[in-house]
T-cell receptor
Framework: KAGVTQTPRYLIKTRGQQVTLSCSPISGHRSVSWYQQTPGQGLQFLFEYFSETQRNKGNFPGRFSGRQFSNSRSEMNVSTLELGDSALYLC??????????????FGPGTRLTVL | AQKVTQAQTEISVVEKEDVTLDCVYETRDTTYYLFWYKQPPSGELVFLIRRNSFDEQNEISGRYSWNFQKSTSSFNFTITASQVVDSAVYFCALYLVGDDKIIFGKGTRLHILP
């Protein structure tokens, strides 16, 4: 079956703009979680959605938001971009979510560069 | 304080050697989950294992094994008979159910030399 897909794979934006990233989970998976990876801060958890509801949220400002659609596809939005938002954004999908017993599957990531 | 410490920033071993990656965590929560992930040079994260705080049973999966000890707040990962394909950055993470947050360690970069 198809894996987790993320679009776009690469993105260049300028400060002050906003961006929307998309994550399509494996068919049948209801949980999508998002992560940010930077050289300075390492891996950080953004949020988790399960059946269209946000279940967990990391320590990020309100500029970072997300949503999940009825087909489990998820989008992440960052408004008023800052240079520090340059990062690899990863999403993962699973059947049961972070506290489940099944495997998480990660997408290839979206590399966002903010100029 | 809640945190995850992976004290080994970088490790190099010769192929076929065994290697243990350390993970020490801090939390006062009683319900939590611990994870290990692998990030090969390609960049895509790979889930390896999840363990909940009520299950201290060690786990073995092929050449991989995990040792969870609540008494020392550690969740160490051992690769037996390492292979070059094991070269990657390995992350340990702590999921605090009550706080709805996940905390990652800084990662250990593992080099397996042929």
């Amino acid at each position: 079956k198809a894996g987790v897909t993320q679009t776009p794979r690469y993105l260049i934006k300028t400060r002050g703009q906003q961006v929307t990233l998309s994550c399509s989970p494996i068919s049948g998976h209801r949980s999508v979680s998002w992560y940010q990876q930077t050289p300075g801060q390492g891996l950080q958890f953004l949020f988790e959605y399960f059946s269209e509801t946000q279940r967990n949220k990391g320590n990020f400002p309100g500029r970072f938001s997300g949503r999940q659609f009825s087909n489990s596809r998820s989008e992440m939005n960052v408004s008023t971009l800052e240079l520090g938002d340059s990062a690899l954004y990863l999403c993962a999908s699973s059947l049961q979510g972070l506290a489940g017993t099944d495997t998480q599957y990660f997408g290839p990531g979206t590399r966002l560069t903010v100029l | 304080a809640q945190k995850v410490t992976q004290a080994q920033t970088e490790i190099s071993v010769v192929e076929k050697e065994d290697v243990t990656l350390d993970c020490v965590y801090e939390t006062r929560d009683t319900t939590y989950y611990l994870f290990w992930y692998k990030q090969p040079p390609s960049g895509e994260l790979v889930f390896l294992i999840r363990r909940n705080s009520f299950d201290e049973q060690n786990e073995i999966s092929g050449r991989y094994s995990w040792n969870f000890q609540k008494s020392t707040s550690s969740f160490n990962f051992t690769i037996t008979a390492s292979q070059v394909v094991d070269s990657a950055v390995y992350f340990c993470a702590l999921y605090l159910v009550g706080d709805d947050k996940i905390i990652f360690g800084k990662g250990t970069r593992l080099h397996i030399l042929p």
